[in-house]
C-alpha cells in the first residue's frame, strides 16, 4: 500500500525552486485514495475537496505548469484580501487554500508516520503530529473536536496493527518480512516528502501567501 504512495509521489517533478502541479495532483490523488483505504474517509475527503479548489483555478490556465506559476497568477486576480500590504485571509475556494491545507495535511502524516516508525503507540504518535502540524491553524472548538477523533483513532489500534494496516496486510499475516517492507516504503515516503513540504512551503512564504487564519 505504501510501496504505491511511494512510486506516486517518485514521480512528482520538483526541485528546489518549484514543482510540476499535475504530477503533484496525481499523487495527491493517490494520497486521498489511500486515506480512505486506511480508514481516514474524513481525511480523504478534505484532500479531495481541496484538490478540487486547486482544479478549479489550474484548468482555466492550461498555459501554466508549476504550483508557483499558478499561485501567482491566481494572486494577480486579486481574489486574496490584504491590508497595508499585509495578507489578511486567502480567498477561498482558491487553488492557494487547497494547496495550504493540503500541505498541513501532509504534514501532520509525515509527523505520524515518523513516530510510528520510531515506535510510539498511536496515542502518542497522534497527539505528537497534530502538535507539529494542525493545532496551531485551529480554533479552540475544531481542537476539541479534533482531540476526540484522534482519541478515537487513537484506540483503533497498536503501532503493530496500524504498520500492517499501512503496508496493506492482515494483521496475523503480517510477519518480518512484511514489517521490513512496510517499514522501507514509509522510510522511502518521507524522505520524499521532507524536500517537497520544505518546497511549498518556502513557495508560500515567498509569494506571502501563508495564511495564519484559524480554521
Known sequence: ???????SFAAVRFDEADADLKTLINALQRYAHE???????????EIRQ???KIESFSKSRP????VKEFLEAEKATRIHTYH????ERLGDPSCATGLLWIRRSLEFQYHFFQQLLDG???????KTAYSKSLCNHHSWILRKAYDIALSVAARWGTNRSWMAELGGFKLQDFNESA???TRRDLESLLIIWKPLLRLMSGIFEQLELEDQTLA
Open 1 to 7: 500500500r505504501m510501496g504505491g504512495l511511494v512510486k
Open 63 to 66: 498555459d501554466l505548469t508549476t
Open 35 to 45: 486515506l480512505k483505504a486506511i480508514k481516514a474517509g474524513q481525511s480523504a475527503r
Open 120 to 126: 510510539a503507540d498511536t496515542s502518542t504518535a497522534t
Open 179 to 181: 514489517e521490513k517492507a
Open 50 to 52: 481541496n484538490i478540487a
Open 84 to 87: 497595508n500590504g499585509q495578507l
